[in-house]
């Protein structure tokens, strides 16, 4: 029986997840898939790490080298690849810890944007001339 959630879904994989993915695929390294974009290896780490995502010119090339579509890529509809065997035999108990640990570094990659910008305003308020 397999889980309603599963390992490429949009629920429980994220962007990055599915670059890392395509990318050992097609069995490259980080620093192969980054030299052939074009792009530095922070760049390239940062984006199978969801700190950042790439523009639409790079995530064009990226899909071509990937062999999967954009779309896969940003939403996991169209061609991609399939789950792996080894995540697809583990049992329920086991996909449904991987499901929660996806969700929660989603929601951490959610906190750490929220804590940005509360940090942006604190400078922005203690740069602001005080009123007495």
């Known amino acids: 029986m397999?889980?309603?959630t599963d390992w490429y879904s949009p629920e429980a994989a994220t962007f990055g997840d599915r670059v890392a993915a395509?990318?050992?695929?097609?069995?490259?390294s980080q620093g192969v898939l980054a030299k052939r974009l074009g792009v530095k290896?922070?760049?390239?780490?940062?984006?199978?790490?969801?700190?950042?995502?790439?523009?639409?010119?790079?995530?064009?090339?990226l899909a071509g080298l990937l062999n999967v579509s954009?779309?896969?890529?940003?939403?996991?509809?169209?061609?991609?690849?399939?789950?792996?065997?080894?995540?697809?035999?583990l049992g329920e108990d086991m996909q449904t810890i991987l499901t929660d640990i996806r969700l929660l570094r989603a929601e951490m990659l959610v906190n750490v944007e929220n804590l940005g910008r509360l940090e942006k305003r604190l400078r922005l308020?203690?740069?602001?001339?005080q009123h007495v």
């Open 2 to 4: 397999t889980n309603e």
């Open 22 to 28: 395509a990318r050992e695929r097609a069995g490259m």
């Open 41 to 61: 290896l922070a760049t390239l780490r940062a984006w199978e790490e969801d700190r950042s995502e790439p523009r639409a010119n790079r995530l064009s090339i």
């Open 70 to 89: 954009m779309m896969w890529l940003i939403n996991s509809e169209g061609e991609g690849i399939e789950a792996p065997q080894d995540v697809e035999s």
């Open 125 to 129: 308020a203690l740069e602001a001339p």
